[in-house]
């Protein structure tokens, strides 16, 4: 099992930009499908980006896609989400997820289960 600990997160001002970051240990990531997911208080936990575990083919929610990217390092021993023209309601705790439980990523919260491999959590507040 792979180990998963987030950072980068913090306060910034709309418009503004964060990149997040993901280091495993314990493997690579370079057999896992992985995505970061984020979560409002009260709300559901919901898929931003994911990116598979071959390819390196992308998948994004609307309501980030042209503004977020989600990438891995060429070790594939960190995961990243830069976040750009940020607003108000990207305001959340953001989570990387990873699974080798299937190779062709999702954010679908159907699936959200599937991702066996979870961080702690990164907050990230948008605000002015």
């Known amino acids: 099992q792979v180990q998963l600990v987030e950072s980068g997160g913090g306060l910034v001002q709309p418009g503004g930009s964060l990149r997040l970051s993901c280091a495993a240990s314990?493997?690579?990531?370079?057999?896992?499908?992985v995505a970061w997911f984020r979560q409002v208080s009260g709300k559901e936990r919901e898929g931003v980006a994911c990116m598979n575990s071959y390819l390196d083919i992308t998948y994004y929610d609307e309501s980030v896609k042209g503004r977020f990217t989600i990438s891995k390092d060429n070790a594939k021993t960190t995961m990243y989400l830069q976040m750009n023209s940020l607003k108000p309601e990207d305001t959340a705790v953001y989570y990387c997820?990873?699974?080798?439980?299937?190779?062709?990523?999702?954010?679908?919260?159907?699936?959200?289960?599937?991702?066996?491999?979870w961080g702690q959590g990164t907050q990230v507040t948008v605000s002015s």
């Open positions: 997820a990873a699974t080798t439980l299937f190779s062709r990523c999702s954010i679908d919260p159907i699936r959200r289960p599937e991702y066996d491999n």
């Open positions: 314990g493997a690579t990531l370079g057999n896992y499908a």
